[in-house]
């Protein structure tokens, strides 16, 4: 069982960049592939992306490609995402998680949760 606390989130204007982190409890955090997910009033959880156990290969949701990093540190049992050229409509709660294994971008793949950071950007 791994447990999950984001941070990093805040208000930013548009066009500037946060970086979110999740530090995970445990001692097998690299057993774990891990994921960003957000989700803003009214809508579903979206996939932003993705990051294998080993931090080899990242997977992102397409609006997402270019602007946002992920990146994760298993010394430090840490899971990061680095959003540039923020846009109003990245307005959002941003959510880390993890399951164990491979990689996925399906919400209902991932078995545990961080409570949730929010990300405000104005115009």
């Known amino acids: 069982q791994v447990q999950l606390v984001e941070s990093g989130g805040g208000l930013v204007q548009a066009g500037g960049s946060l970086r979110l982190s999740c530090a995970a409890s445990?001692?097998?955090?690299?057993?774990?592939?891990m994921g960003w997910f957000r989700q803003a009033p009214g809508k579903e959880r979206e996939f932003v992306a993705a990051?294998?156990?080993?931090?080899?290969?990242?997977h992102y949701a397409d609006s997402f490609k270019g602007r946002f990093t992920i990146s994760r540190d298993n010394a430090k049992n840490t899971v990061y995402l680095q959003m540039n050229t923020l846009k109003p409509e990245d307005t959002a709660v941003y959510y880390c998680?993890?399951?164990?294994?491979?990689?996925?971008?399906?919400?209902?793949?991932?078995?545990?949760w961080g409570q949730g950071t929010q990300v405000t950007v104005s115009s």
């Open positions: 998680a993890a399951r164990p294994l491979d990689v996925s971008t399906n919400v209902a793949a991932y078995a545990y």
């Open positions: 445990g001692r097998t955090f690299s057993m774990y592939a």
């Open positions: 990051v294998s156990r080993s931090g080899g290969s990242n």
